[in-house]
């Protein structure tokens, strides 16, 4: 199905908030089973984070093949509609009827664009590259990322030059630029809306004692994903940020701002996998590279035992149990200074990089939807009885995460046969 044009969708459907890899999952599962299905999707491409891993664990494989399966059933079944760039902004009724305003915004570019990139080489202006967590830039028309879906650019309007510079719409031979888009509401009806808007980063500046701001090679496990992956900043060269120079000794800390009450009180479960396959990521690089990680527990539940098992022997990592209580920059290096409760006292280690281990905190709001004190959804609550799936329901990989939104498909189907 290619991406939705049209004002209304009459065709009473299952609104899935959100087009990562749990509101893809629920929307591809219902109208495989013959419900119509609209996604709605901030971004201006769907697979939410998980685009931005270079790999996934357990399996060290890039998260592009799956999503690839994903959009290849979106793109055979007409019973999926999307958008993207787009935010609900309103849900009224009850369960089984509903009507959802969806706010779509101009892309500035149709689907004429065939992602010739002779637009962006004619593009003046620079912002920041908000798929690379800023540490690069694109030209204010660009493509989010090189396996987007749907594959097509998008104007930044809060930085182009507009009708006054004209340039790419000048070098565009197939008239697939158009500066003069609008905004649009679209009314859709709906017998179910599940909320599948996910996780963002806990915000690493709220952690004073972790160094955050005092250097910027001290960096967040999300940023270190798009520092190696070969599509990213770096070409995945994992490098220090200040200088450019190899990062062979990498401090991974635990749990920052996780499990504590000033800042996330509850644990967000695929930290400790993530810290542990990007020390795969930097032994791969650096044969001689010193890994440290400090950690309050390892959590790798389940069958996650093995990945668990099978990194601490290949990338040979140095796992510490133990709270950090500093990080400082000193001449060019950074010390770590941590207790060391097995050993007993005091540890400091010397690193050319430290990463913090953030984790996932519910990344949206939506009006009508109920949420917990964590703001977390709680799933059927409210007069809407709005669903909830994947990370926006609670932390979880992305194997869980497939596993719920199945499971919520079922639900949704059922809230859209009883209406
Ligand atoms: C550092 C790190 C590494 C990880 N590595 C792995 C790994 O290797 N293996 C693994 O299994 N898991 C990994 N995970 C976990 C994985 O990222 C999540 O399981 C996965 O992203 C959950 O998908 P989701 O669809 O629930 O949420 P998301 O990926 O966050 O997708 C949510 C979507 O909703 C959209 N959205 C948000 N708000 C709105 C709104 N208001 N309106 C419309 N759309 C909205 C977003 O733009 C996004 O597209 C990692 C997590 C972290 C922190």
């Avoid at 510490?320 to 941590?338: M, N, S």
């Amino acid at each position: 199905m290619t991406e939705e044009k049209r004002h209304t969708v009459d065709e009473k459907s299952i609104v899935v908030v959100g087009g990562g890899i749990s509101g893809l999952t629920t929307a591809i599962e219902a109208a495989e089973a013959g419900q119509p299905v609209v996604i709605v999707e901030k971004n201006a491409y769907l697979g939410g984070r998980v685009a931005q891993n270079y790999q996934y664990f357990p399996k060290m494989c890039p998260p592009t093949c799956g999503l690839e399966i994903n959009f290849q059933r979106i793109r055979k079944n007409p019973a999926i509609r999307y958008f993207t760039q787009a935010e609900v902004g309103k849900i009224a009724g009850e369960s089984g009827n509903m009507d959802v305003a969806v706010k779509v915004s101009p892309r500035y570019v149709n689907e004429k664009c065939t992602g010739c990139n002779k637009c962006v080489e004619v593009c003046p202006v620079e912002r920041d590259n908000e798929f690379n967590y800023g540490l690069d830039k694109t030209k204010a028309i660009y493509l989010p990322h090189e396996a987007a879906f749907p594959f097509r650019y998008v104007i930044d309007m809060s930085v182009c030059k507009g009708s006054g510079c004209n340039k790419c719409v000048e070098a565009c031979k197939y008239g697939a630029i158009d500066l003069d888009m609008k905004e649009k509401t679209v009314e859709v009806k709906a017998g179910a809306v599940v909320s599948a808007t996910g996780w963002k980063p806990y915000d690493a500046k709220k952690i004073d004692t972790l160094g955050f701001e005092s250097s910027p090679d001290v960096i967040t496990n999300v940023v270190m994903e798009r520092l190696s992956a070969p599509n990213g900043p770096t070409q995945g060269k994992i490098t220090r940020p200040s200088d450019g120079k190899e990062a062979k000794r990498v401090v991974f800390v635990q749990c920052s701002g996780s499990r504590d009450r000033l800042h996330l009180p509850f644990c967000s479960s695929v930290c400790c996998l993530a810290s542990l396959k990007q020390a795969g990521y930097v032994r791969s690089q650096y044969e001689d590279a010193e890994i440290t990680m400090f950690y309050i527990d390892v959590r790798a539940p389940g069958k996650l035992e093995d990945f668990f098992t099978k990194a601490q022997e290949e990338f040979k990592i140095n796992l510490v149990k133990g709270k950090v209580a500093k990080v400082t920059p000193k001449g060019g290096e950074i010390e770590v200074e941590a207790e060391d409760i097995l050993g007993g006292g005091k540890m400091r280690v010397k690193a050319d990089m430290v990463v913090l281990a953030t984790g996932m905190e519910p990344a949206a709001t939506i009006p009508g939807v109920v949420y917990d004190e964590n703001s977390f959804v709680v799933s059927g609550a409210g007069s809407a009885r709005t669903l909830g799936a994947g990370c926006a329901k609670k932390p979880v990989d992305v194997a869980g995460s497939v596993q719920d939104a199945t499971g919520v498909a079922l639900k949704a189907i059922q809230a859209m046969v009883r209406s």
